[in-house]
C-alpha cells in the first residue's frame, strides 16, 4: 500500500533544506565586519557562554589547549579604566596623572571586554607559532558567534596590550602572551559594507612545481 506521505518526498525536503542552510550560514559569515564603537547592550550569561564554547572548537595541534580569556564587564571596567590611566602615567612619569585620565575611556567603549591570551608550552614540540595561530583560529570563532548573535566585534592591540603591568594587572602567567582586547556590544550606528579585496589577488591554484 502506498503512504500518503512518501519517505522519499521526506528525504528531499531535508536534502533541499541543507543547501539553504548552508547559505544563509555563508551569507551571515560574509557580512561580518568590524564595529566601532559599540554601546549597550551585550551579550548575556546565555550567548557569552555560546561565544565562549565556539572558541573552544578551533583547531589545536598536540590538545595543547592554549587559549585563555579574562571577561570584563560592568564595574569592573572602571578597575579597568584606572589600570589603562597608570599604564599611561608609567610612560610618562614627568606628566601628571590627571593628563592621562580620558584614558580611562577606553574600558567603557564596549558593555563587554575579552582579554584574549595565548598559554605557550614551551617544552611542547609543537611549535610556539602554531600555538599563537590556534588562539587568533579561536579569536576569529568568537568574532563569527558574536556577529552570528546580532551584536558587532572589534579586536584592539596596540601598546596597553603588550605591556607587562597589564598583563599583570589580568593576572595571567608568565608563560602566557596577552594578545589583545575583544570589544563587545550592539553597533552604536549602522556602518558602510566594508570594501572586500579581490579573491584573486589572493588566491592561486599549485598544479606542480615550476620549472625555472
Known amino acids: 500500500m502506498n503512504s500518503p506521505l512518501p519517505v522519499e518526498s521526506a528525504e528531499r525536503t531535508a536534502h533541499d533544506a541543507a543547501p539553504n542552510r548552508a547559505q544563509v550560514v555563508l551569507q551571515s ?3 561580518r565586519q568590524s564595529y566601532w564603537p559599540l554601546t549597550s547592550p ?3 550569561d546565555t550567548e557569552l557562554a555560546s561565544i565562549f564554547d565556539v ?6 595541534h598536540g590538545n595543547l589547549r592554549p587559549w585563555r580569556f579574562v571577561l570584563v564587564r560592568g564595574a569592573a571596567r572602571e578597575a579597568l579604566g584606572e589600570v589603562l590611566v ?16 580620558h584614558r580611562s ?8 571586554i575579552i582579554a584574549i591570551a595565548a598559554a605557550v608550552d614551551g617544552g611542547s614540540t609543537v611549535p610556539e607559532v602554531e ?7 579561536a579569536t576569529m570563532n568568537m568574532l563569527n558567534a558574536i556577529h552570528v548573535l546580532g551584536y ?3 579586536w584592539a592591540t596596540g601598546a596597553d596590550s603588550y605591556d607587562v603591568r597589564m598583563h599583570a594587572a589580568l593576572g595571567f602567567e608568565p608563560s602566557e ?22 579573491r584573486t589577488a589572493h588566491v592561486r591554484e599549485w598544479t606542480g612545481p615550476s620549472s625555472r
Open 29 to 31: 559569515l560574509l557580512s
Open 105 to 112: 575611556r577606553k574600558a567603557q567603549a564596549a558593555p563587554v
Open 42 to 44: 551585550g551579550p548575556n
Open 86 to 101: 597608570d599604564i599611561a602615567s608609567a610612560r610618562t612619569p614627568d606628566e601628571p596623572r590627571s593628563a592621562h585620565q
Open 177 to 198: 602572551q596577552l594578545l589583545g582586547f575583544l570589544f563587545v556590544g550592539t553597533p552604536a550606528s549602522a556602518q558602510r559594507d566594508a570594501v572586500r579585496p579581490e
Open 152 to 154: 558587532g566585534g572589534f
Open 55 to 60: 572558541a573552544l572548537r578551533a583547531p589545536d
Open 131 to 137: 600555538q599563537l595561530l590556534s588562539v587568533g583560529a
